[in-house]
């Protein structure tokens, strides 16, 4: 890295940033005489910091605002420019080395781009996707596959992702994913907890079956019961005024 103050002073005349720029900002807040809070985070401390910075980006997406999206996909690249320098000061990697092997990555995963494979459908390129996911982890039992759904995320999404995997969402007709859930219904007791989650993993094997995301759904419920929570404040307000 190039002197301290003669790369600060560099940085403060530019009329827009690159990518080395923020590779160097990221060296400078790092380095000695940089921010003792940014020296002083681990992997465990910024842990959340890249989930809520994620959900930022999906707020963005679903709220269909490009400003913000840019913005948090910002914040992303930090998190993961953060994690990179981490790592490069034990030596182990840098972001060079992350983008190197993502790069290598996707184009050993799409031969039907970087080679002579055909495919004609999104279906059929997903299809791919996962045999060759598979041949690199060998991951070749089903009970390999489904740990290597990463437990950490929503479970709902998670349950989706292994529902999927297991093909439990598919060859299922109507009738049969109506008793699955009866049959959890009438087993769910006050006293009984276990019952109550294969209640909701059957509700999410009945929406995986129709390709709806279980997560979604449940967050706009969530967001309609907030609104009706506050029609019914307004409606009072206005009773006692």
């Known amino acids: 890295m190039m002197e301290r103050k003669e790369a600060i002073r560099e940085l403060l005349t530019r009329e827009r940033y690159d990518f080395s720029d923020l590779k160097l900002i990221m060296d400078l807040l790092r380095s000695e005489g940089g921010c003792p809070w940014d020296i002083d985070q681990t992997h465990g401390s910024i842990r959340s910091c890249m989930i809520e910075e994620a959900y930022e980006v999906v707020e963005a997406i679903d709220t269909e605002n490009a400003e913000l999206l840019r913005e948090e996909l910002g914040d992303v690249l930090f998190q993961v420019m953060f994690h990179a320098r981490i790592e490069e000061e034990r030596r182990a990697f840098d972001v060079y080395d992350v983008i190197h092997e993502i790069s290598a990555k996707m184009i050993h995963r799409h031969p039907h781009?970087?080679?002579?494979?055909?495919?004609?459908?999104?279906?059929?390129?997903?299809?791919?996707?996962?045999?060759?996911?598979?041949?690199?982890?060998?991951?070749?039992?089903?009970?390999?596959?489904?740990?290597?759904?990463?437990?950490?995320?929503?479970?709902?999404?998670?349950?989706?992702?292994?529902?999927?995997?297991?093909?439990?969402?598919?060859d299922q007709s109507s009738d049969q994913l109506h008793k699955t859930l009866l049959e959890s219904v009438n087993g769910l007791t006050l006293e009984d907890p276990e019952a109550y989650g294969a209640l909701l993993l059957a509700v999410a094997r009945y929406g995986a079956s129709r390709g709806w995301d279980a997560e979604q759904?449940?967050?706009?419920?969530?967001?309609?019961?907030?609104?009706?929570?506050?029609?019914?404040?307004?409606?009072e307000k206005e009773k006692n005024t």
């Open 217 to 235: 759904l449940l967050g706009q419920a969530v967001d309609a019961l907030i609104r009706e929570v506050e029609e019914k404040e307004s409606l």
């Open 113 to 170: 781009v970087f080679g002579e494979a055909k495919v004609e459908t999104s279906e059929e390129t997903v299809s791919r996707w996962e045999e060759i996911k598979t041949e690199e982890k060998q991951r070749t039992t089903l009970s390999s596959r489904l740990r290597a759904v990463p437990p950490m995320l929503p479970a709902l999404m998670r349950a989706s992702k292994i529902l999927k995997k297991a093909g439990l969402t598919e």
